[in-house]
């Protein structure tokens, strides 16, 4: 038996690899091309050679290290669960923008799936930012108009009954993380104008909120731009959720690029209105939207950078940083109109 995870991955693909594509002649080799390391995980390029043409492929491979064997066959499990739900959904639908899963390699502690080729909708939305002109043919507003659309398809197919707003516990969660964020340094004014403006949206919002199958990783370094737009992380999702939990972090990374002196509001604004615009949202949901992004904010904040905790000098420059951002937002967000 082949002996590391990859070994054996590419050891199936090959006995098997015709089985997935038939139309594509002899299969002549399996490569693996290259990989990324993640926090506990690994992406690893795979290209499948055929005599008609190649395809790539990409596995990701749970760290054994990490969560022990059976903590990554379990999430692999969940993740590869949640991939073929969501492919055959879009599928019997007719939409684009889910890679089709190949095989169950979850005994292995794995996913493998078609690669979605493109950039990361972060990279897109950093070059408009470090590049003059690179935004002025429209592609960064297309890219999020897509991303918009993408996601409401995703929350309409997958559509469930709504839900009971918990306003009560909203506030106690903004209450909770204002707090643990003051000791960090946000001031009992920045605090109040959040706290005093959630509370004057949450008393007019609906007492229902529209639900679905929830993605919780909707962000732009998750959303590749490519022919179209696609989302190759399911790691984290659920069955059923408040879908504007998807679209209140995805706005809240959007936000938080403004942390970067190079990303101005104008770029991340537009990002924002044009996604909103696409996912169509209506003015009393923007206003929910505004004190769920906030909650996302404040999570940002309140987890800190993740740095070792020798690096002292870049924990504080991070909470300095997001404290000043911190205080922005909730004045353009939630303070009182004058």
């Not at 064997?69 to 590869?80: D, K």
């Not at 469930?160 to 964020?181: R, S």
């Not at 949202?281 to 904040?301: C, I, P, T, Y």
Request: charged share 25%; aromatic share 8%.
């Amino acid at each position: 038996m082949p002996e590391t995870v990859m070994d054996q991955i590419v050891s199936e693909l090959k006995r098997t690899g015709s089985n997935h594509y038939p139309d594509r002649g002899e299969l002549r080799n399996v490569r693996v091309v290259g990989h990324t390391p993640k926090n506990d995980h690994y992406i690893y390029d795979i290209v499948i050679d055929f005599s008609d043409r190649g395809e790539r492929l990409a596995a990701k491979v749970y760290r054994a290290s990490k969560c022990g064997q059976s903590g990554a066959r379990s999430l692999a499990q969940t993740e590869t669960e949640n991939l073929f739900k969501t492919y055959d959904v879009f599928q019997a639908r007719g939409l684009s923008g889910v890679p089709r899963p190949i095989g169950d390699f979850t005994a292995l502690g794995a996913v493998v799936a078609e690669k979605i080729n493109g950039l990361p909708l972060q990279s897109i939305i950093m070059k408009a930012a470090l590049l003059p002109g690179y935004a002025d043919h429209g592609n960064l507003a297309d890219a999020a108009r897509q991303t918009g659309l993408w996601l409401r398809n995703f929350h309409q197919a997958t559509r469930e009954e709504p839900i009971p707003f918990d306003a009560a516990g909203l506030m106690k969660e903004l209450e909770n993380l204002c707090e643990n964020c003051k000791g960090s340094g946000l001031d009992d004014m920045a605090i109040r104008t959040i706290l005093s403006g959630a509370r004057s949206i949450i008393n007019r919002t609906n007492k229902t909120l529209p639900s679905s199958a929830v993605l919780n990783d909707f962000t732009p370094l998750n959303v590749v731009i490519g022919d179209g737009v696609g989302i190759c992380d399911y790691a984290r999702m659920t069955q059923r959720g408040s879908s504007f939990n998807d679209v209140a972090q995805f706005m809240a990374c959007i936000e938080a690029l403004e942390k970067y002196p190079f990303c101005n509001r104008n770029i991340t604004a537009q990002v924002q209105e044009e996604f909103m615009e696409a996912y169509g949202v209506s003015e009393n949901e923007a206003d929910v939207l505004r004190v769920l992004k906030m909650k996302s904010l404040l999570g940002m904040f309140a987890q800190g950078r993740n740095v070792k905790e020798s690096a002292v000098r870049k924990k504080v420059m991070w909470a300095t940083v997001m404290k000043r951002f911190i205080q922005q937002a909730a004045q353009r967000s939630l303070a009182p109109a004058a």
